[in-house]
């Protein structure tokens, strides 16, 4: 008979005394997505409309 444990956060399959990492992937997908959008969107000063900003620092486009 298997025994396990059930995440209650995601739901995943557990062994006995195993730790679901759920938390902390969510938390790196969070700031990656948070440095992402930090570095790729511009915001207008006087309307606050966001913009992307294709232009790479280090010169050219993006992908170019």
Not at 3 to 32: H, M, T
Not at 37 to 57: I, V
């Amino acid at each position: 008979m298997a025994y396990y444990n059930v995440c209650p956060v995601c739901g995943s399959n557990l062994d006995p005394g195993e730790r679901c990492d759920c938390q902390s992937i969510r938390a790196k997908e969070q700031e990656k997505n948070r440095l992402f959008f930090s570095q790729m969107l511009r915001t207008e000063k006087n309307s606050g409309q966001m913009s992307f900003a294709f232009e790479h620092p280090g010169g050219g486009a993006i992908g170019a």
